[in-house]
């Protein structure tokens, strides 16, 4: 974090500054990491006490006290040898600091905020933008998924006086959610991605997902722009309620930065990367799926609107060889096996793009087997849609289905009643019971999808079964 006092931090999060016996506010600077797991403390650490579902971050600041911390922001005054600011809400408050701090580098001229939202693509899309970015300026982007009201800011405190580029990957949880990080950092550049059924449960349907993503494009100025994904009809009316100029990418319609000529393969996908300017390029994209290249071109919309040259930008996407982990995650080779770990979250819409990607993917002769477990969050849309997914894999021809869980059992029943389909498909309860059937019934030069919600465990099967293969 820049340096601050400890009372222009306390000014910042509207909180009280309670000093120690014999520390005396001598406006000297506080500039460490701030966090909110003691266990990532550093000499010179500012530690949030941050209550969580299962524990309270209070009760590890004895901890982060011993390991460095020099500033506690807490609910409540505690017993310990160190400054602590008390606040009413640490979340609030935490978010209070990143907007200041933001706020303060912003003012220099230099730094240029990006934001990122959507139903799918997020994580993809902040990755590629961090690899465009870093090679025209010094850049902060999230680590992992951290994009809701506690990881969004801490990815913001990370910037320096430097820093010319944030890219802010934001999550929503319900109404109002993303518009809470955008009055934090409002964006110079907003992409929206796409809008489905992912969270539906959580959000009250799809409408309000609609309205939801939308608040990335609601609050920005004349002056920003909003790069929106004019392959989606949810996400292109969003046209109609930004004041920022609006620059459409996709493959269809009004898209401005655009994809022709593509073709997948399990070794990427190939396509011709358009750009607003006119000028164009080939691109070989290493990250497995076609769907990826919509990631692909949201990152270089975004990257031509802050002046990236075209080939910085095709060629930081081609040094580009996975979205992230257990996302499209090729695994395995041994005997020719290919091991695709997608299961770091599903969604019908991310279910059916891996499932197509598994069948365009597929070498004459050889077999597919999709590895399917429960998409979460979907209400009362989730025996509609896991139908839908078990309907696809008969279509699309997979060789062998199995489906794990009985959350997504009504994918194998889905399967089965579909009279062209005789043992094709196999149920089992158990991520382990999974491992043993694949290890089986597979054979050299198969490929191995294995697909669900992070909440149904299977990324850690794929990563046996690419162990197992490799």
């Known amino acids: 974090m820049i340096a601050l006092s400890r009372r222009q931090i306390s000014e910042a999060v509207l909180g009280v500054l309670h000093l120690p016996a014999g520390d005396v506010d001598d406006g000297s600077?506080?500039?460490?990491?701030?966090?909110?797991?003691?266990?990532?403390?550093?000499p010179g650490s500012i530690f949030v006490a941050k209550p969580g579902a299962v524990t309270d971050g209070h009760l590890f600041a004895p901890v982060a006290v011993d390991r460095g911390a020099v500033l506690l922001i807490v609910e409540r005054l505690l017993d310990l040898p160190v400054a602590q600011i008390v606040v009413a809400d640490v979340v609030v408050a935490l978010g209070a600091l990143a907007a200041d701090v933001v706020a303060r580098v912003r003012s220099e001229g230099r730094l240029k905020v990006v934001g990122v939202t959507g139903s799918n693509g997020k994580t993809t899309t902040k990755n590629l933008l961090r690899e465009i970015l870093e090679r025209?300026?010094?850049?902060?982007?999230?680590?992992?998924?951290?994009?809701?009201?506690?990881?969004?800011?801490m990815t913001m405190l990370e910037v320096t006086h430097e820093t010319e580029y944030l890219v802010v990957e934001m999550g929503a949880s319900g109404i109002g959610s993303i518009r809470r990080l955008v009055d934090l950092a409002r964006p110079d550049v907003g992409i929206v991605l796409t809008v489905g059924l992912a969270h539906a449960e959580e959000f009250g349907g799809l409408d309000a997902t609609v309205r939801t993503k939308s608040e990335m494009v609601t609050e920005l100025l004349p002056t920003d722009v909003a790069v929106l994904n004019a392959d989606d009809p949810r996400v292109a009316a969003m046209n109609a309620v930004t004041r920022a100029r609006v620059v459409f990418f996709g493959e269809y319609g009004a898209a401005v930065v655009r994809a022709t000529d593509v073709r997948s393969s399990r070794l990427g996908t190939t396509f011709t990367l358009h750009l607003a300017s006119g000028e164009s390029s080939p691109v070989t994209f290493a990250v497995l799926g076609e769907h990826h290249v919509t990631n692909a071109l949201a990152a270089a919309a975004a990257a031509e609107v802050?002046?990236?040259?075209?080939?910085?930008?095709?060629?930081?996407?081609?040094?580009v060889r996975k979205a992230e982990r257990w996302r499209m995650e090729v695994l395995g080779g041994r005997d020719g096996v290919t091991v695709i770990n997608d299961a770091y979250n599903a969604s019908p819409d991310s279910m059916t793009a891996a499932l197509k990607t598994l069948a365009q993917i597929q070498e004459p002769g050889s077999r597919t087997i999709a590895v399917l477990g429960e998409m979460a969050e979907l209400g009362a849309l989730a025996g509609e849609e896991h139908d839908r997914v078990g309907l696809l894999a008969v279509r699309l021809n997979i060789s062998q289905?199995?489906?794990?869980?009985?959350?997504?059992?009504?994918?194998?029943?889905?399967?089965?009643?579909?009279?062209?389909?005789?043992?094709?498909?196999?149920y089992v309860d158990t991520a382990e019971e999974a491992f043993e059937l694949v290890r089986t019934i597979v054979?050299?030069?198969?490929t191995i999808l294995v697909k669900s919600s992070n909440s149904a465990g299977l990324r850690f099967l794929g990563d046996r079964l690419g162990d197992l293969f490799s």
Not at 141 to 151: D, I, K, L, T, Y
Not at 308 to 316: C, D, Q, W, Y
């Open 136 to 153: 025209v300026g010094p850049t902060v982007a999230p680590r992992g998924s951290f994009n809701n009201q506690v990881g969004a800011p």
């Open 29 to 42: 600077a506080v500039s460490g990491s701030v966090q909110t797991d003691s266990r990532e403390v550093t």
């Open 443 to 446: 054979r050299p030069g198969d």
């Open 401 to 426: 289905v199995v489906v794990v869980g009985a959350g997504a059992r009504r994918m194998h029943i889905s399967t089965i009643n579909e009279g062209s389909w005789d043992g094709e498909s196999a």
């Open 306 to 319: 802050l002046g990236v040259p075209l080939g910085t930008i095709v060629a930081a996407l081609e040094s």
